[in-house]
């Protein structure tokens, strides 16, 4: 296992509790000790597995507003949630 200098010195300044720390540490465990042998054969998804991309009906703009908890007559309103 190569050891990425530069990495270990960005996670050194991440700060934790101790109860962060010691439930982080108990994720880890679970994680290492989950039994996989039964999962059966991973297999990729082709583009040959995709529905074809076709128009089908849907909403008017009128049913997609009368839904919306707030909209302005032409577009839905949602609450801000990046500064």
Known sequence: ?????NLLNELGKIEFNCIQF???LKFIDQIRNAKIDNTGEITAITLADLRDDTVKPSF???QALGN????DGQYIIVPKVVE
């Open 22 to 24: 010691d439930s982080i």
């Open 60 to 62: 008017t703009q009128a």
């Open 68 to 71: 919306a908890p707030r909209h």
């Open 1 to 5: 296992m190569s050891l990425d200098i």
